[in-house]
């Protein structure tokens, strides 16, 4: 349906969940394709599926997200290698504890602020000036429904997705326009529901039952997505038949965010 031929793209936590599958479809689209994380041996076993699956290279580059100098050698490692950067999906992102603020750890906080908002920003401020030297382009950022509707006892997860949301909107204000030479970046940010993978695999959601059903009482349609049911909002957003959309906040949530029900 969508058309990556000849652009590069960087998606942060590629190795699993949402950005392994939406790696693997930006390369059967013919995008040259980036993915990143802090475990070598996993990255490399991902990166060489999606090759194989997607008959194109998919290159893993190990990175934390967390530290700017990280963040900033990933992107310069993507422009050594290919001369550019086009697109990027910030996916990289940690839950929470289950916990009141009273009860919440400071060591926990500060990891969630660091790997969900910082590292968002730190990817962004890299990507941006990459994307400058080449003619603009376009990024999508990963939130949550619970940064647009928060729950009870997850104040770092939930304060931490809502800041990508503000943080989005406000870059992209800020590289609406082409102006003074500068060229266009678009950067618009989805709000997925609860989705299967990742932070829930099958092994996580039958160990704690009552986390599962809290979960699942978000939704409007009472089950979990898939990242493939994420995947065409990613890649519409990054496409150019979404030229016009910035700044928008895509909630992909089975109705979670409709309302209360």
């Given at each position: 349906?969508f058309?990556?031929?000849?652009?590069?793209?960087?998606?942060?936590?590629?190795t699993q969940?949402?950005g392994?599958?939406?790696?693997?479809?930006?390369?059967a689209a013919?995008a040259?394709?980036?993915?990143c994380g802090r475990d070598?041996?996993?990255?490399k076993?991902?990166?060489?599926d999606?090759?194989?699956?997607a008959g194109?290279?998919?290159r893993?580059?190990?990175?934390d997200?967390?530290?700017p100098e990280?963040?900033?050698?990933l992107v310069?490692?993507?422009m050594e290698a290919?001369?550019?950067?086009?697109?990027?999906?910030?996916?990289?992102?940690?839950?929470s504890e289950y916990?009141r603020?009273g009860d919440?750890?400071?060591?926990?906080?500060?990891?969630?602020?660091?790997?969900?908002?910082?590292?968002?920003?730190?990817?962004?401020k890299?990507e941006?000036?990459a994307m400058?030297k080449n003619?603009g382009?376009?990024?999508v950022n990963?939130s949550s429904?619970?940064?647009?509707m928060p729950?009870s006892?997850?104040?770092?997860?939930v304060?931490?997705?809502?800041?990508?949301?503000a943080?989005?909107k406000?870059a992209?204000?800020?590289?609406a326009?082409?102006?003074?030479?500068?060229?266009?970046?678009?950067?618009?940010?989805i709000a997925?529901?609860?989705?299967?993978?990742?932070m829930?695999?099958?092994e996580?959601?039958?160990?704690?039952p009552?986390?599962t059903?809290?979960?699942?009482a978000l939704?409007?349609?009472?089950?979990?997505?898939?990242?493939?049911?994420?995947?065409?909002?990613?890649l519409w957003?990054l496409s150019?038949e979404?030229s016009y959309?910035t700044?928008?906040v895509?909630?992909?949530?089975?109705?979670?965010?409709a309302?209360?029900?």
């Amino acid at each position: 349906m969508f058309k990556f031929d000849g652009k590069v793209v960087l998606v942060t936590g590629g190795t699993q969940g949402m950005g392994l599958v939406t790696a693997g479809a930006l390369a059967a689209a013919g995008a040259t394709v980036a993915i990143c994380g802090r475990d070598a041996e996993k990255g490399k076993r991902s990166a060489a599926d999606l090759t194989t699956k997607a008959g194109r290279e998919v290159r893993f580059f190990l990175a934390d997200i967390a530290n700017p100098e990280s963040v900033e050698k990933l992107v310069d490692s993507v422009m050594e290698a290919w001369g550019k950067l086009d697109l990027a999906f910030n996916n990289a992102g940690v839950t929470s504890e289950y916990a009141r603020v009273g009860d919440a750890s400071i060591a926990n906080w500060q990891r969630t602020i660091d790997i969900n908002v910082n590292g968002t920003f730190y990817a962004m401020k890299y990507e941006i000036a990459a994307m400058l030297k080449n003619g603009g382009g376009a990024i999508v950022n990963n939130s949550s429904v619970l940064g647009l509707m928060p729950v009870s006892r997850q104040s770092g997860y939930v304060t931490s997705k809502a800041a990508i949301l503000a943080l989005t909107k406000s870059a992209a204000m800020e590289y609406a326009r082409e102006d003074e030479g500068r060229p266009r970046i678009r950067i618009n940010v989805i709000a997925p529901g609860p989705i299967l993978g990742g932070m829930n695999t099958e092994e996580k959601l039958a160990s704690n039952p009552a986390s599962t059903q809290r979960k699942l009482a978000l939704t409007a349609m009472n089950r979990f997505g898939t990242p493939e049911e994420v995947v065409t909002s990613v890649l519409w957003l990054l496409s150019d038949e979404s030229s016009y959309v910035t700044g928008a906040v895509i909630p992909v949530d089975g109705g979670a965010s409709a309302g209360k029900f």
